[in-house]
Nanobody, 125 residues
């Protein structure tokens, strides 16, 4: 069982920045592939980005490429999402999720075994 707790969401103006954090329980965090997803009202959950267990491989949705950066600190059992140049269409609840140990990075939600409760990001125009 892995527990994930997101933080860092909030209200920001278009063009601004936010950094989300996701703290994970468990002693094997350094072996997990981690991902960020988001869900806007009335829309399906969509992939944002993911990072493999070592941090050496990352994968981004086209909609956030060049604006968002995923990183991880295995010593702190935490994965981060730095979001810059935010747009109103980035408004959503953001979720972090974890795959099984040493999994290949993927954008498919069903490949993720555990999910956090989500944190709201609202970007005003």
């Amino acid at each position: 069982q892995v527990q994930l707790v997101e933080s860092g969401g909030g209200l920001v103006q278009a063009g601004g920045s936010l950094r989300l954090s996701c703290a994970a329980s468990g002693r094997t965090f350094s072996s997990y592939t981690m991902g960020w997803f988001r869900q806007a009202p009335g829309k399906e959950r969509e992939f944002v980005t993911a990072i493999n267990w070592s941090g050496g491989t990352t994968y981004y949705a086209d909609s956030v490429k060049g604006r968002f950066t995923i990183s991880r600190d295995n010593a702190k059992n935490t994965v981060y999402l730095q979001m810059n140049s935010l747009k109103p269409e980035d408004t959503a609840v953001y979720y972090c999720a974890v795959q099984k140990p040493f999994a290949v990075v993927t954008a498919t939600p069903s490949n993720y075994n555990y999910w956090g409760q989500g944190t709201q990001v609202t970007v005003s125009s």
